[in-house]
């Protein structure tokens, strides 16, 4: 069995496991705080991240680079980075409640990943052999796994808004724990696009081309920046934040999906 | 100790110190009002980006605009009157840009105004009454007078001012200032792209191995500056390609994927260079980068009396990832005139199904397929024509062939064709962008501020000594903050600098 199967296992394990995580939140979900099942839970994503790391770094073995070089690995970099998240986030803080809200696009981007973008690992074309690969990409999976939890948090926001789910925290704590991720991941992602524009010049002689993945980026820091706007503007705290939330995860989701697939441009990666 | 509970008062104050109430409400409502139109205008250019990045624009390629408006005639005339095809240079899109830069000046002049007042201005009067305050304890510290309990906060990075019994200590001055200098430093990018757009220049060309290149813009395949460019700016230099080195995967795994790619040239005359993808030469300021390569087949034609009436490599372009390539070759001086239209394959298969095609890019078994024409090349009739492409509609085929590298053809009418070697050809995009620079200290001055307009909050604390003692070893303390920051962290470390021992804690009342 080579590197390459190897780490498709462990990313096997993880959507496995991640499936009877999605029955085990949505029981905690109807029940009273803390409890057994959530524990589980809990401790079965601590199983998951340790898997996808696993996954990832065999994959960087057997290609002798970062592990996202191509549109499969930065999918799973990208959930490894939202379980990491979360995980790291709920050590110090009791966000247990969120486990369903990860572990749905976890699953659905694994998927994905596996039926859709799926190609084996190899080295890099040329263009993409640069010290700048790895800086840009990781600081946008950091910043896309923060994201991530913004979405879900959001996502609950409006849940909470129209009927009283119980064991959720209140709206006021939601709402303060959303912005303070974004907080986090928007600087990153502000890094990411200028050392994307920096490599961008270096590459091809112009750093902002309005290239489609770059307008995407764009409009994706223009959502959040409107949203960091609205927790200050009366009026646009709230349900509008929340809504600004969603729509900066789709601007982020469809440049994934969309423009990477569709839309013919300057960036593409080796295999899809 | 718990800051949870601040009532929205005093939230208020700590976001917006009031002057005077009349005052405090108009700064209020001007804020207010301006960052609802910040916001929507944020909305919309967002929105206003969309449709660049889904239609084709101009900017990237005119060929797949046209190629759009001959598939979708009935929308073509509208989209072009919308500017729909050059959305980022279009009127509305920098109308709005141009709006939001206004708004952004509008904001931040007022505050820069504020932000130094407030500077000069010590922070406010302790509040008479601090009992309320939820976060409100007595505590017993050391023996200190009020004096010596500022000049402890001075050290500790505390702004503050002095009362007869009471003591107000502020800190996180850097948040506004942070935030000043991001919006400061988008107008720094706006200036540096619209210099960029205004002086910079990119043009492309395509060098055989063997030939050369100097820096005119009669020798560029396709130039474009902005609308102050002279040609002056073009520093002088010419290099020549003597080698393009190439290597594909052949394993399974993304077989045919380029592995390596690098040009040889000698610029200048004198100096040998290896150019590779990603790493440009930059010659004053302007950058030489290797962008792409292909095949250049030798073809040499001869006619009936055996004269040579072409012989050179012809750039043929890639059509797909295993470099099948079209070229093709026009011959005006003979009478009738005579074109070749070909095909190229590196590694030649002909499948039963699909006809000839590449199996891998690199020369394993390179064939070409030529078609031969005479006629009218339409070259004479002033409209201008592509080098890559033969217009056949005057012209009649005489010969079809395959040949391999150093096979000959004799074709009809005597002409003979011989298809000599391969050679590559190289493509290269030559750009100056004058403001890049000025750009990137924009984004990193914006980095810097957003890290401090994001990272650090505004808070205050006031200390207060028991009824008109000036020094003693209970105080009473109490803050104000965002309700994001850990503001008892702030007070429990101010404490223990002043000797606080948790076992000491006197009361907590309310
Ligand atoms: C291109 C336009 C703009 C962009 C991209 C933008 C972006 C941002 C970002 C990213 C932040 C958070 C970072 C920080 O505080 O340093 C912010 C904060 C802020 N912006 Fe803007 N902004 C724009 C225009 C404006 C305008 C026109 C105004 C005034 C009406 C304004 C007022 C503010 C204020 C008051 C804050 C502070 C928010 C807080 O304290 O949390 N911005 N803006």
């Known amino acids: ?272 | 100790m718990t800051t949870k509970q601040i009532s929205a008062k005093q939230r208020t104050e700590t976001v917006l110190p009031p002057l005077n109430f009349l005052g405090f409400i108009r700064w209020m409502w001007r804020q207010l009002t301006s960052m609802n139109t910040a916001l929507l205008l944020l909305l919309f250019v967002a929105l206003a980006a969309i449709p660049g990045s889904i239609l084709p624009q101009k900017t990237a390629s005119l060929i797949r605009v046209n190629n759009w408006k001959t598939e979708n005639p009935n929308l073509a005339n509208l989209f072009e009157s919308l500017s729909f095809f050059d959305v980022y240079g279009s009127v509305w899109f920098s109308a709005i840009y141009i709006l939001l830069m206004i708004s952004i000046i509008g904001c931040v002049i007022p505050r820069l105004k504020v932000y130094f007042e407030n500077w000069r201005q010590k922070p406010t009067k302790t509040p008479s009454v601090i009992t309320k305050f939820s976060n409100y304890q007595k505590v017993k510290i050391n023996k200190f007078s009020l004096k010596k309990i500022e000049e402890i906060a001075i050290r500790k990075g505390w702004r503050t001012f002095l009362n007869n019994n009471s003591l107000t200590i502020e800190k996180g001055f850097s948040r506004e200032a942070g935030n000043l200098l991001f919006h400061f430093s988008l107008i720094i990018i706006t200036v540096a792209l619209a210099f960029g757009a205004l002086f910079s220049y990119r043009g492309t060309v395509v060098v055989k191995e063997n030939t050369g290149f100097s820096n005119t813009i009669t020798q560029y395949d396709d130039f474009r500056a902005g609308r102050f460019f002279s040609e002056i700016q073009l520093p002088n230099f010419f290099f020549t390609l003597n080698d393009f080195v190439v290597d594909f995967e052949r394993s399974e795994i993304q077989r045919g994927a380029p592995r390596k790619f690098e040009a040889n040239i000698t610029l200048n005359g004198d100096e040998n260079i290896n150019l590779y993808v990603n790493k440009p030469i930059n010659i004053s300021g302007t950058k030489i980068f290797l962008t792409g390569h292909g095949y250049a087949p030798v073809i040499t034609v001869k006619d009936k009396n055996n004269q040579i009436i072409f012989s050179d490599a012809v750039v043929f372009l890639p059509q797909d990832g295993n470099f099948s390539s079209t070229g093709v070759v026009k011959i005006p001086d003979t009478n009738p005139q005579l074109g070749i239209e070909a095909r190229f394959l590196p590694t030649a298969i002909v499948d039963p199904v699909t006809g000839p095609t590449s199996t891998f890019p690199a020369l394993d078994n390179p064939e070409i397929f030529m078609s031969l024409w005479q006629g009218d090349l339409g070259v004479n009739s002033g409209i201008s024509q592509s080098i890559y492409k033969l217009d056949t509609s005057k012209m009649t085929q005489i010969g079809l062939e395959e040949l391999k590298p150093g096979q000959t053809w004799n074709a009809d009418s005597g002409f003979v064709i011989s298809f000599d070697e391969v050679k590559q050809f190289a493509s290269f995009q030559i750009a100056y962008e004058p403001g890049r620079f000025l750009a990137l200290v924009g984004a990193i001055l914006a980095m810097v501020g957003m890290i401090f307009g994001l990272g650090v909050q505004r808070r205050k604390i006031f200390i207060k000594m028991p009824t008109k003692s000036s020094s003693s070893n209970v105080i009473e303390i109490a803050g104000i903050a965002k309700e994001n920051h850990n503001l008892e962290k702030d007070i429990l470390k101010l404490l223990n600098d002043l000797g606080f021992n948790k076992t000491k804690k006197v009361s907590r009342e309310i």
């Open chain 1, 1 to 272: 069995m080579n590197l390459n199967n190897l780490s498709n296992l462990f990313v096997y394990f993880s959507i496995f496991i991640l499936a009877l995580n999605l029955i085990l939140f949505s029981i905690a979900l109807t029940q009273k705080k803390k409890n057994r099942i959530t524990n589980i839970a809990m401790s079965l994503t601590w199983l998951v991240g340790l898997f996808l790391v696993i996954a990832l770094i065999l994959r960087g073995i057997a290609a002798q680079r970062a592990p996202w070089g191509n549109m499969y690995e930065f999918a799973i970099s990208s959930v490894t980075a939202v379980v990491l998240t979360f995980l790291f986030v709920s050590i110090k803080k009791n966000i247990q409640w969120l486990g369903i809200f990860i572990t749905v696009p976890a699953i659905i981007l694994l998927g994905l990943a596996v039926i859709v973008l799926y190609t084996e690992s190899g080295p890099l074309v040329p263009a993409l052999k640069s010290t700048w690969l790895w800086i840009h990409v990781s600081s946008a999976i950091i910043s896309y796994g923060a994201f991530s939890l913004n979405f879900g948090l959001s996502i609950i926001y409006l849940l909470k808004v129209n009927n009283k789910l119980k064991s959720l925290p209140s709206l006021k704590r939601i709402d303060e724990f959303s912005y303070k991720v974004v907080l986090f991941a928007f600087p990153i992602w502000t890094f990411s696009v200028i050392s994307g524009a920096v490599w961008a010049e270096n590459a091809w002689g112009r750093y902002w081309g309005w290239d489609p993945k770059e307008t995407w980026a764009f409009i994706t820091w223009i959502i959040y920046a409107a949203y960091l706007h609205s927790r200050v503007t009366i009026g646009w705290k709230g349900t509008k934040s929340a809504w600004l939330g969603i729509a900066g995860y789709a601007a982020i989701i469809f440049n994934f999906f969309v423009i990477n697939i569709w839309v013919t441009g300057l960036h593409s990666y080796a295999g899809i």
